[in-house]
């Protein structure tokens, strides 16, 4: 590979930020699992295209995301980028234009659908496929017009589906071919964890955001009043997550594995959701935290689920 072939795939590599697909690969992982402890039935090559289709159509959604933000002013506006927010900044110093990280984002989310078109050739599912239809638009449209969903305080909650209920419950199926309630507690236990995340990622981005009247959650509360909101749903999660060990497929011996660490991680979260220190610049510990407990969380209670 030549200076510029290794320059351009190490931008792209930047641009993708491939190492935030927790994110997306996690509830696939809790739904899996989930599926294997009702039925013990596991297809590995349904899990892997799963895994690999929704790592993409989120990779996807990041480049969109990131033009369509350059687009409204946002991220040229964002004096405070952290490593989890703010974009990728790639565009803002003239290392990709914008053209190129809009058609490439085209091209990113065309190959995340083929592989779910194979998913739904092997499992023969309408379900499947509005599944990967609703993915595929809400990762485009939380940014792009018309409906511009991470502009109008819908932003969170349609990330907590894309990445909580909806992967969950897709990977159950898929591996199952049942719909059942079953994997709503994980499901939702994943929801909220990801919600959190979007929701920390918003602090630092408060000036950018209001300035363009992009109205987070963080824009429409205030920062003060979106830290002690972060904090209740940060308590309520780890209430949930108690009750979850008491509920089906989780037990309570094994639901340990899940509960210990979430204890000392939401405690962590709660810590760093401190007001004065949200309004500093480069502060992004509360950023760093939540994705802790999401990816711990994600494999903790996957396991714990294998085991009950």
């Not at 930047?14 to 899996?32: D, H, N, W, Y």
């Not at 449209?141 to 305080?153: D, I, V, W």
């Not at 630092?204 to 909101?229: M, N």
């Not at 407990?293 to 294998?306: E, F, P, V, Y």
Request: proline share 5%.
């Amino acid at each position: 590979m030549n200076s510029v072939a290794q320059k351009k795939y190490s931008l792209w590599l930047k641009e993708l930020r491939p190492q935030f697909c927790t994110a997306s690969v996690m509830p696939i992982l809790v739904g899996t699992a989930v599926a294997y402890s009702h039925t013990h039935k596991f297809n590995p090559t349904l899990f892997l295209l799963a895994v690999s289709s929704i790592a993409l159509l989120q990779m996807a959604s990041n480049v969109i995301n990131d033009y369509f933000d350059s687009v409204s002013k946002n991220d040229w506006l964002n004096n405070n980028p952290t490593p989890f927010s703010g974009g990728s900044r790639l565009i803002q110093k003239n290392l990709l234009a914008p053209k190129e990280v809009f058609i490439g984002s085209l091209i990113i989310f065309a190959a995340g659908a083929t592989l779910g078109i194979i998913i739904v050739i092997m499992t023969r599912s309408l379900f499947v496929l509005s599944l990967g239809v609703i993915g595929l638009l809400g990762g485009l449209f939380y940014t792009a017009p018309p409906l511009k969903l991470g502009y109008r305080t819908a932003g969170e909650i349609t990330i907590a589906f894309l990445f909580g209920i909806l992967p969950v419950y897709g990977a159950y199926y898929i591996q199952t071919g049942t719909i059942d309630f079953i994997p709503l507690l994980p499901a939702i236990i994943m929801a909220v964890m990801v919600f959190l995340i979007i929701f920390a990622n918003e602090f630092p981005d408060f000036e950018a955001d209001k300035a363009v009247s992009k109205k987070t959650l963080v824009v429409t509360l205030g920062t003060r009043k979106a830290a002690i909101f972060y904090r209740i749903t940060t308590r309520l999660f780890y209430l949930l997550s108690i009750y979850s060990i008491t509920q089906p497929p989780l037990l309570p011996i094994q639901g340990m594995i899940f509960i210990l660490p979430t204890i000392i991680l939401s405690a962590k979260c709660i810590k760093n959701a401190d007001t004065e220190k949200l309004s500093q610049i480069g502060y992004a510990d509360l950023s760093k935290s939540t994705i802790l407990l999401h990816s711990i969380g994600g494999i903790t209670l996957s396991a714990a689920i294998l085991l009950s």
